[in-house]
């Protein structure tokens, strides 16, 4: 009888496939392919979680984000990240004013709907330290009082690769915060050329502003609908037994592998996996999670929370082939 009615109803489904749809489309007609970009932003904005996208300049990280918003839309702030940028300059800060003699509040652009902060390693540690209340908490403390974030809240973070000049490395503490990682690739030679198309017909002209396709009460309903998709306990049992194995891998993993493992995934790991499973079965139309849901997200989920010593550079391994393995050690329900 609880199973029962924790699963959405079809009105709902029905209600969720439409707005899921719709944004969508209106994200095909902007950004040329890129359809793990966009199945991962949808995840993030139905679940409240957060984004951090990896890739080399151009690779339209800042217009997804913003096609994201109009879409729904929600306020949207980009934050363009350099050495100099301070926390006041994301948060807010106090400003006094001379004809009242008192200070006023002046809430910093982190107060939206969608932030996008473009190149955020390329910022110094204290700056990225400023997003950790805002992104946890969900409110910023400014003088000693909360100012809460309007909901729903997604940040969508951008890093080029770390091996490039003049970047800093995000800490574990930030890179935990996030609930997916994405890496982005180059178009293909087919996409390239519709990406050229597509900007002398006009449709990245500034003037040309599409409407909006779906509320943010939308947006809210279908976060009700995704938090009731049915999970077997079974699943939920999966999925920690595959963040258990990243952090006993001479245990599970081949000596190979496992001796270039210093840390493994946190609890965030293991509800930021069943959080997106939960919004992946929505995407696909289902009121309830498939193993191959929580597959589909574990190179996403995992990539940026394993930990792997220096000696996995000089031999080559990437953290997704020891989620491959970590996924080929644990046996499927």
């Known amino acids: 009888m609880t199973t029962a009615r924790t699963r959405p109803d079809t009105p709902a489904m029905d209600d969720a496939n439409r707005v899921v749809d719709a944004i969508s489309r ?27 996208l990896e890739g080399v300049p151009g690779l339209a990280k800042t217009m997804a984000a913003r ?90 973070a951008t890093q080029n690769p770390v091996d490039q000049e003049g970047t800093y490395p995000l800490s574990e503490a930030q890179t935990d915060r996030f609930m997916l990682k994405e890496v982005l690739r180059y178009p293909s030679p087919d996409e ?22 779906a509320s943010l009460e939308d947006i809210r309903r279908v976060q009700h609908t995704v938090r009731t998709v049915h999970m077997d306990p079974a699943l939920v049992r999966y999925v920690s037994q595959l963040v258990h194995v990243t952090r006993e891998p001479r245990r599970f993993l081949p000596q190979q592998l496992a001796r270039l493992v210093e840390y493994g995934a946190s609890p965030r790991a293991t509800i930021a996996f069943c959080r997106a499973a939960k919004a992946q079965a929505v995407l696909s139309g289902r009121s309830h999670v498939l193993p191959d849901d929580i597959r589909t997200l574990a190179h996403r989920v995992l990539r940026h929370r394993l930990i792997l010593g220096f000696e996995a550079v000089n031999v080559d391994v990437t953290p997704e082939a020891v989620i491959d393995a970590v996924l080929h050690a644990v046996r499927v329900p």
Request: charge should be negative; charged fraction near 15%.
């Open 192 to 213: 390239e050329a519709e990406m050229i198309f597509r900007s002398e017909a006009g449709v990245y002209d500034a003037a040309v502003k599409p409407s909006p396709v």
């Open 26 to 52: 209106a994200f095909a007609a902007k950004v040329v392919g890129q359809d793990y970009l966009r199945e991962s932003l949808l995840i993030g904005l139905l679940t409240g979680g957060h984004i951090l």
């Open 67 to 156: 096609t994201i918003a109009q879409a729904i839309s929600g306020g949207f702030r980009r934050i363009q990240c350099t050495p100099d940028l301070l926390p006041s300059d994301i948060v807010g800060t106090q400003i006094y004013d001379s004809s009242t003699h008192s200070f006023t509040t002046q809430l910093g652009p982190v107060h939206s709907n969608i932030v996008l902060l473009d190149e955020i390693n390329r910022s110094s540690a204290k700056t990225q330290s400023a997003m950790l209340e805002a992104m946890e908490e969900r409110q910023t403390t400014i003088a000693g009082v909360n100012y809460p974030i309007p909901e729903p809240f997604l940040v969508i």
